[in-house]
C-alpha cells in the first residue's frame, strides 16, 4: 500500500493542476469532520479548477483508490471522512459560471461559499433559497451533498428543491448533466435508472415519507414520473458517494425587500411545538424552536447576551420570520400572527438589529450546546430528525422520555426547524467505553424507530453518513434496499466513491453507527505536564485539543477576528479548526507520532498570528494563542530556538537597554545597511521599519513629575506596558492628564516590572512565569490594597486579565491581579466619568485581544456619552499582532490580512475621521501601510477633546515620527 501510495503521489504531483499532499500533517487535518468519526484519508488533492479535479478523479481510477469529495468540512454525520483521496474544493474552484438574473439561475462550482454566492446575486435582488446556519462557510457542493436546508427552507424548499442541473462526473470518467427528464445522462444509465423508478415505484411511494424534511435516503423518489424523472434532484443528498459535482445550475429566489419578527413564549418547548401547525397557514419565511436549556447554556457561556434580554418570558420559544417587499406589509403579518396567537408571551421585532441578533441565539445551537461549563460532553449522533409538523409536539415529549430514560435528558436541548418539524439537539453519549457505546447504539436504534413511527426521516437536513446510514432498513424497509444498492450500482459500479458509507452493492451493512470512532474505547490521551493550567479542560491539554468541534466558524471569510491566518492563506490546516485537529493527532499519536517535536504542528501553528480571536469567537472558545504558545514551550525545549524569539521575546529587556542611548540605537535602526544587519540578526523581516524608540521613557518622566490633582475619586496604579513606555510614551502622558481630570490620583509600580507578553507570545513561559512572579512582588502592597491597575495596551492588559491566571490558577495575588484590572474605558466607565464632548467622526479598530478578553463594550459606551459620530470597524485582526508580522517570513501574510478589511475600511473613511487604535501593532501596522491615517491612542482622544475643547482639533500623537517601510523587492534582496 505504501509503495502504491507514492507512486498515486506522485503521479498526482505530475498530472494535477493543483496541491497534492500525501504528507502526515495533511492527512491528520482532514480525517474528520465535524461528527463523531475519523478516518485518515489516502491523500489530499486541492485542484485550482474543475479540470484538474477530473484528472485527479481519472489518477485514482487508474490505482483503484477510492475519492471523497470535499466542501467547508462540517458535516455531522462523519460525511466527510474516510479511506480515499479526499478532494478539497473550497481553496480554488470557487467561480461563479454565469449569473441568468432573468431565468434566475446561477451556475457555480462546488466550492463557492453561499454568503459569497448570495453577495454577487444580491445586486439582482436575488438569493439561493436555503440558508443553513453555516452560511458563512458553508460550500454550495457541501449543501448539494448533504441536502442542506436552513431556517429559510421553511419558504424556499431543500437543496434538492433549488437544483435546476447538476454537471457530474461518475469514478469511471463519464460526464454528464444531471436535470429534469434526467439530462445528458448516457442511453444505458437512463434506462437502467428507469427501470428502477418502474420495479420499486410503488414501494417508494409507500416508504418515502411525505414530510417537508425526509433528507434521509438516495432520493428515488425524484425518479418517479410524476416528479419529472429529476436526476439532478436525485443525485443531492448522496454525500459523495454516487458521482463527483464539478459544477451545479440552482434556482435563484427573490431576496425579501422587508423583514419583520414576532417571537412568543411558552412554558414549555412542547406546548411550543404544538403551537406550529397554526402558524403554518401564514406562510412564514421561518419558524425556529428554541428551549431553556439553549438559552440557559448560552447565558452559562456568556453567548448573545443582548439578544437573550429580548425574549419574551417562557421555557420555550417560537421565532417566527415574515419576509414581503414592504416593511409596512411584514409588520403587518407579523402582528397579525401575534394577535392571532395572543395566549402566548410576545414580543414583536421590526428593527432588522435586533432581528439579526434574536437570530444569533438559534444560529449559535450547535457551538451553544458543546462544551457548556459544569455539563457533561454532549455529541452528535441522533441530532437531525424530522417528523410531519402536526406531530411535533408528541414526537418531541416521546423522545425527551427516550432520552431520561437513557439518563441523556439533563443535559440535551430541544431546538431546530420547527415549522418543519426538524429537531437539532446534543446528547451526552459515552463514546470512550464498551457500556456507553451500547448504550448509545441502542439508543439511536430506538429514537430510529421512534421517528419511523411517526412516519418521519432520520435526518432532516444534515444527512446520514456513518451515523444513520445503517440504519435505512428500518425507515424503508428491507424492500427498498436492494433499490439503494442499483441506484449506486448505475454510477459507481466498484465502489469507489466513499466506499462503505450509506449502502454497499453486495447487501452488506455499510460502516456501523459505533466503527470509525474518533474516540471509542481506545482513547487514551496522556497526561502531559503542562505550563498552562486549562482550567476549563480540568487541567489537560488533551481535552483543551479535543474541544473543537468542527463547525468551521474560523473559515467564515468575514465579520469578527477569527481566523485572520485561514482568510490570509484559504488553508485548512491555518484555520482554529485544522490546527485543533493536529494538536488532537499529536496528543493521540497515530498518524503524529512525534509528539511536541512535531514540524507538521508546528508548521501550520506558524502562522497562527496568537490574537485570540478564537478564545471569543469560536463556538466552543477554543484558545490557539495559548496552545501555540505551549506547544513552543516544549518543541523548542533544550533547543535552539528562532531569532525572532530571543529579539522580539525579550524586547522588553533590550528596551531598557535602548533606553541608555535611544538616539544611537535609533540611528543603527533607521540607516542601511545597518538596519538590515540588525534585522537579519534578530529574525527580523527585510520589509519591516523599526519603530523608533523615545527620547524618553513615560515612567522615568513621570517619576520626576510626580502625582497631582485631587484624587477625589481615590487612587490608581497606571501599568507602564513596554510598548508605551519606550515607544509611545505620548499615550502615557495622555492617560495621567485624563485621570487626573477624572479625578483620580496615579501613581506607578515602584519598581520596572513586566507582564510577561512577550515571553508568553514567543513560547517562553518559563521565563513567562518567573517575570510575572517578579511583577507580583512589586504590585503586592497594590494589589493586597484593592488599588486598581490600569492597562493601556490592550494586549498587557489581557495577560493580567487572562494568561497570568492560566498559568498560575492558584496564586491568590493573581487572582486579585486579574480582578482588578482595568481598561481605561472600563475604569472611566465604572466610575460613571462624564467625558469630554468628541464632535467628530471617529473610526476605532479594537485590538483583537480587547476583543477577546475585555470586549469593546466600555469604549463603545464612553465614546458614544462623549458624542462622537463612532463607527466600531468589524474588520478583524490588524495583521502585526505583536511579533507575528515583525517576524521573517510573515510579512507578506501579515499585510494581507490588514489588507482583508481594515486598510480598506480606513481607506473608505472620512478623511476628516479620526481612527482609534490602542494596541501599538494595530498603530504600528496602519502607519507602516502609509495610507494616509495617524491612528491615536483613546487617551490621546480623551485628553486632546479636553484640553482643546474643541471639535475636530487633531491631536499630538497625529505628528508621531513614524519609520519608512524598507522597499524591500524580492530582486533587491
Not at 189 to 194: G, K, P, Q, W
Not at 301 to 312: F, M, Q, S
Not at 365 to 387: K, M, Q, R, Y
Request: include cysteine; aromatic fraction near 8%; charged fraction near 25%.
Amino acid at each position: 500500500m505504501a509503495s502504491r501510495n507514492l507512486l498515486l503521489e506522485s503521479e498526482l504531483r505530475r498530472r494535477v493542476d493543483g496541491e497534492v499532499r500525501f504528507d502526515d500533517g495533511s492527512r491528520a487535518l482532514y480525517s474528520t469532520d465535524a461528527s463523531n468519526y475519523r478516518q485518515v484519508p489516502v491523500g489530499v488533492v486541492v485542484p485550482r479548477t474543475v479540470e484538474a479535479a477530473m484528472e485527479a478523479v481519472a489518477m485514482c481510477r487508474e490505482q483503484d483508490v477510492p475519492v471523497l469529495s470535499r466542501g467547508g468540512g462540517t458535516s455531522l454525520g462523519g460525511q466527510c471522512c474516510n479511506a480515499a483521496v479526499v478532494i478539497d474544493w473550497s481553496k480554488y474552484c470557487d467561480r461563479i459560471v454565469e449569473i441568468d438574473p432573468d431565468a434566475k439561475s446561477v451556475t457555480v462550482e462546488p466550492g463557492i461559499v453561499l454568503d459569497t454566492l448570495n453577495a454577487r446575486v444580491a445586486e439582482y435582488d436575488l438569493m439561493i433559497g436555503p440558508r443553513p446556519a453555516t452560511h458563512d462557510h458553508c460550500t454550495i457542493g457541501g449543501m448539494l451533498g448533504n441536502n442542506s436546508c436552513g431556517s429559510t427552507a421553511q419558504a424556499f424548499g431543500k437543496m434538492s428543491d433549488n437544483v435546476l442541473g447538476l454537471d457530474v462526473l461518475t469514478y469511471d470518467g463519464d460526464r454528464f448533466w444531471a436535470g429534469p427528464g434526467g439530462g445528458d445522462v448516457p442511453a444505458q444509465m437512463t434506462a437502467r435508472l428507469r427501470s428502477i423508478a418502474e420495479r420499486y415505484g410503488e414501494e417508494i411511494r409507500r416508504r418515502f415519507p411525505a414530510i417537508p424534511r425526509r433528507v434521509s435516503g438516495y432520493n428515488l423518489d425524484a425518479l418517479l414520473p410524476e416528479n419529472g424523472f429529476d436526476l439532478a434532484n436525485a443525485l443531492v443528498g448522496s454525500e459523495s458517494t454516487l458521482v463527483t459535482i464539478l459544477r451545479a445550475r440552482m434556482r435563484l429566489v427573490n431576496r425579501p425587500k422587508a423583514r419583520a419578527m414576532v417571537v412568543f413564549g411558552y412554558p414549555s418547548i412542547f406546548e411550543a411545538a404544538d403551537a406550529v401547525p397554526a402558524i403554518l397557514p401564514h406562510k412564514p419565511l421561518a419558524l425556529e424552536g428554541l428551549d431553556d436549556k439553549l438559552i440557559g447554556f448560552e447565558k452559562r457561556k456568556h453567548l448573545n447576551a443582548e439578544a437573550l434580554r429580548l425574549l419574551p418570558e417562557g421555557a420555550g420559544w417560537l421565532i417566527v420570520q415574515f419576509g414581503a417587499d414592504t416593511q409596512d406589509e411584514a409588520d403587518a403579518r407579523a402582528r397579525d400572527l401575534a394577535e392571532e396567537l395572543s395566549h402566548a408571551a410576545v414580543r414583536f421585532f421590526g428593527d432588522p438589529r435586533h432581528e439579526d441578533e434574536l437570530w444569533q441565539i438559534r444560529e449559535a445551537g450547535l457551538g451553544a450546546t458543546a462544551w457548556v461549563p459544569l455539563e457533561p460532553d454532549t455529541w452528535p449522533g441522533w441530532e437531525d430528525s424530522a417528523v410531519a409538523p402536526e406531530d411535533l409536539g408528541a414526537y418531541l415529549r416521546d423522545l425527551h422520555r427516550l432520552q431520561e430514560e437513557y439518563g441523556y435528558a439533563e443535559a440535551s436541548t430541544l431546538y431546530g426547524h420547527f415549522g418543519q418539524a426538524c429537531v437539532h439537539t446534543r446528547m451526552p453519549f459515552d463514546l470512550v467505553t464498551a457500556e456507553g457505546i451500547r448504550k448509545y447504539r441502542e439508543f439511536v436504534e430506538r429514537a430510529a424507530d421512534l421517528a419511523v413511527s411517526y412516519n418521519g426521516s432520520l435526518s432532516g437536513e444534515h444527512g446520514d453518513g456513518q451515523a444513520r446510514g445503517e440504519l435505512w432498513p428500518t425507515m424503508f424497509g428491507p424492500e427498498l434496499m436492494p433499490a439503494f444498492a442499483e441506484f449506486k450500482a448505475v454510477f459507481d459500479p466498484r465502489e469507489r466513491m466513499s466506499p462503505g458509507k450509506l449502502v454497499r452493492l453486495s447487501g452488506d451493512e455499510p460502516y456501523r453507527m459505533d466503527e470509525n470512532l474518533r474516540l471509542g474505547t481506545d482513547y487514551a490521551p496522556p497526561h502531559l505536564d503542562t505550563h498552562f493550567a486549562y482550567p476549563h479542560d480540568r487541567g489537560s491539554f488533551a481535552r483543551a485539543a479535543l474541544r473543537c468541534v468542527g463547525v468551521g466558524k474560523c473559515r467564515r471569510e468575514e465579520g469578527g477576528v477569527m481566523c485572520p491566518s485561514y482568510r490570509a492563506t484559504r488553508e485548512e490546516k491555518h484555520s482554529t479548526r485544522g490546527r485543533a485537529r493536529l494538536l488532537f493527532e499529536m496528543v493521540n499519536g497515530g498518524v503524529i507520532e512525534d509528539g511536541w517535536r512535531s514540524e507538521a504542528v508546528m508548521d501550520a501553528l506558524d502562522l497562527c498570528l496568537a490574537c485570540k480571536g478564537c478564545k471569543s469567537d469560536c463556538p466552543v472558545n477554543v484558545d490557539m494563542a495559548t496552545y501555540k504558545a505551549e506547544f513552543m514551550a516544549h518543541h523548542y525545549a533544550g533547543r535552539l530556538r528562532p531569532r525572532a524569539h530571543y529579539s522580539m521575546g525579550w524586547l522588553p529587556v533590550w528596551a531598557r537597554l535602548a533606553a541608555l542611548a535611544p538616539a544611537l540605537v535609533n540611528f543603527i535602526m533607521g540607516t542601511p545597511p545597518l538596519d538590515e544587519l540588525v534585522k537579519r540578526a534578530g529574525g527580523i523581516a527585510l520589509e519591516r521599519a523599526l519603530p523608533p524608540f523615545a527620547a524618553a521613557r513615560f515612567s522615568r518622566s513621570y517619576r520626576r513629575r510626580g502625582p497631582r490633582g485631587d484624587g477625589h475619586r481615590g487612587e490608581v496604579l497606571l501599568w507602564p506596558d513596554t510598548f508605551m513606555d519606550n515607544f509611545h510614551p505620548e499615550v502615557g502622558v495622555a492617560a495621567v492628564r485624563v485621570l487626573e481630570r477624572a479625578g483620580f490620583t496615579v501613581r506607578l509600580p515602584r519598581a520596572a516590572a513586566c507582564c510577561g507578553l512577550t515571553w508568553i507570545s514567543t513560547g517562553q513561559l518559563g521565563v513567562a512565569r518567573k517575570v510575572i512572579e517578579r511583577t507580583l512582588a512589586v504590585l503586592r502592597e497594590e494589589i493586597r490594597a484593592g488599588l486598581p491597575i490600569v492597562g493601556l495596551e490592550p494586549s498587557c492588559t489581557a495577560v493580567f486579565r487572562s494568561d497570568a491566571a492560566e498559568l498560575m490558577p492558584h496564586d491568590l495575588d493573581v487572582r486579585r491581579l486579574r480582578d482588578q484590572t482595568r481598561t481605561l474605558a472600563e475604569l472611566l466607565d465604572e466610575h460613571g466619568v462624564e467625558p469630554p464632548p468628541m464632535d467628530r467622526e471617529v473610526v476605532a479598530q479594537p485590538h483583537c485581544h480587547q476583543h477577546a478578553v475585555m470586549r469593546f463594550d466600555a469604549d463603545r459606551r464612553l465614546l458614544e456619552a462623549a458624542g462622537a459620530g463612532l463607527t466600531v470597524l468589524d474588520a478583524g485582526c490588524c495583521g502585526l499582532a505583536g511579533n507575528f508580522g515583525f517576524e521573517d517570513g510573515h510579512h507578506a501574510v501579515s499585510m494581507a490580512c490588514a489588507e482583508d478589511a481594515l486598510l480598506p475600511a480606513l481607506r473608505a473613511a472620512p478623511p476628516h475621521a479620526l481612527v482609534l487604535a490602542d494596541g501599538f501593532s494595530c498603530r504600528t501596522q496602519i502607519e507602516q501601510a502609509q495610507i494616509g491615517r495617524r491612528p491615536i491612542h483613546l487617551a490621546e482622544a480623551l485628553d486632546q477633546a479636553w484640553r482643546e475643547a474643541v471639535s475636530g482639533a487633531l491631536p499630538q500623537q497625529a505628528r508621531r515620527l513614524m519609520p519608512v517601510p524598507a522597499d524591500r523587492t524580492s530582486g533587491s534582496r
